[in-house]
């Protein structure tokens, strides 16, 4: 076991772990933070996404070995400080961007990190964006649609496809 | 996944120390390495992560080539290189999907050289050098066939320096499950003629197409492949398309390459 040291949504968290402890498995077994969804076994759903020194990465794909000493993201830190809902959370609400909820932990970080570098993405690039990122409730139009409410367009004459 | 243990060296002559040890791996980005553990298909008694040596971070230019540190990850690639090389920094925008380029590096893809990877056929087209913990290797030296190249056991890819081409693109038709090339081809105009390099189709894995190249260096048009064709001998023939298939699409995107070069 070798002990780990990093900064979680602001607070400095350590813990000992295996070599093959995962950065997933850190978070939701040693920690109980269980925002963070593993959803496949093989890198492709993005349910695991959280920010690792602000960028976004599959947390599943990491060990948590790899993530000593560094700042960490996770949904559990993105509500406003007051507990609301954030404006990414929130649009996800008011467009039903979300259906059973599996993913979207993913998907809003995802989006925290896609509206980071690009503040007013178009469809295209929302959509691109989310490659890396499964809903098996095919709800991707109006996950969409929320992304783009989240960064502040006008999202009333987008159609569904 | 098996048990092992994992060391973070700060420096490549750590981590080539670290190697010297038979059961052990290196682990780059892990966007290959990570998902192969969880099924169980190795099982190193020690993985030795190359992300934190400082030293093999980074991009350059000087003398018309661009260094990529073999630890770059492909995001740095695809936002800090589009200046100099556009058509390597639009490769590296489109390989697996966002957070994989956040974490998979650049030195990683040339050392595993997965039949169907991007980088190898940017390597290979660009006369690319590889440069490892002791040597540079050209990169028509360097691709051996399927996962296979010209790296001894724990020697590690520092850094490639690519050429400039006067004009270059890669097109890629993508595997839309994972991303990879089902076939991609990239193609590399210098002053002293074409290089064309093709991944995903061959059971060689990535190689040239040099009778492409030949007549693209007579006349860089898509027009001067009319004539070509690409045998299916030897190509991947899987569930996601025929060899048939592969080699109908190699011309496709050569073509479309060459259209598209800048």
Redesign the interface.
């Given at each position: 076991m070798t002990k780990v040291t990093m900064t979680i949504n602001g607070k400095e968290v350590s813990g000992d772990v295996e070599g093959r402890t995962l950065l997933s498995s850190f978070l939701r077994e040693d920690l109980r933070m269980t925002g963070t969804h593993i959803g496949c076994d093989t890198s492709q759903c993005g349910a695991c996404t959280v920010h690792v020194n602000g960028k976004a990465v599959k947390s599943c794909t990491m060990f948590a070995a790899e993530a000593e000493g560094a700042q960490v993201s996770t949904i559990e830190g993105q509500a406003n400080a007051d507990g609301s809902l954030n404006v990414i959370q929130q649009a996800f609400q008011d467009h039903h961007g979300l259906q059973c909820g599996f993913c979207t932990p993913g998907m809003v970080m995802t989006t925290a990190a896609l509206l980071k570098i690009n503040p007013k993405p178009s469809e295209q690039e929302v959509r691109e964006h989310l490659e890396g990122n499964i809903c098996r409730c095919t709800g991707y139009h109006n996950i969409v649609k929320a992304i783009l409410a989240a960064s502040g367009q006008d999202v009333s004459t987008i159609a569904a496809e | 996944?098996?048990?092992?243990?994992?060391e973070?060296p700060a420096t490549v002559a750590d981590a080539v120390a670290a190697l010297a040890n038979e059961d052990a791996q290196a682990l780059g980005g892990?966007?290959t390495l990570?998902?192969t553990?969880?099924?169980r298909l190795a099982s190193p008694e020690?993985?030795i992560?190359l992300?934190g040596i400082a030293e093999m971070q980074g991009i350059s230019s000087q003398d018309g080539t661009l260094r990529i540190g073999g630890g770059t990850n492909h995001?740095t690639v695809a936002s800090e290189t589009g200046a100099i090389y556009p058509a390597l920094a639009e490769l590296a925008s489109h390989i697996?999907?966002?957070?994989?380029r956040?974490?998979g590096t650049i030195g990683g893809s040339i050392a595993n050289n997965d039949p169907a990877a991007c980088y190898p056929a940017a390597a290979l087209a660009s006369g690319a050098t590889i440069t490892t913990n002791n040597r540079d290797i050209a990169a028509d030296d360097y691709f051996q066939g399927m996962f296979t190249t010209a790296l001894d056991e724990g020697e590690i890819v520092t850094a490639v320096t690519f050429p400039i081409p006067e004009k270059a693109h890669y097109e890629k038709f993508v595997q839309p499950?994972?991303?990879f090339a089902l076939v991609g081809v990239y193609v590399a105009k210098f002053a002293d003629g074409v290089r064309v390099a093709v991944t995903g189709a061959s059971n060689e894995g990535v190689h040239r197409w040099t009778e492409a190249e030949d007549a693209l260096s007579a006349n860089f048009s898509a027009d001067a492949l009319a004539d070509l064709t690409v045998s299916a001998d030897d190509l991947i023939s899987d569930l996601h398309g025929s060899a048939e298939y592969r080699a109908h699409l190699v011309k496709v995107m050569t073509g479309r390459a060459v259209s598209k070069a800048k």
């Open positions: - | 996944m098996y048990a092992f243990d994992i973070r892990g966007q990570i998902p553990l969880k099924a020690k993985l992560s992300t995001a697996g999907d966002p957070a994989v956040n974490r499950a994972s991303r």
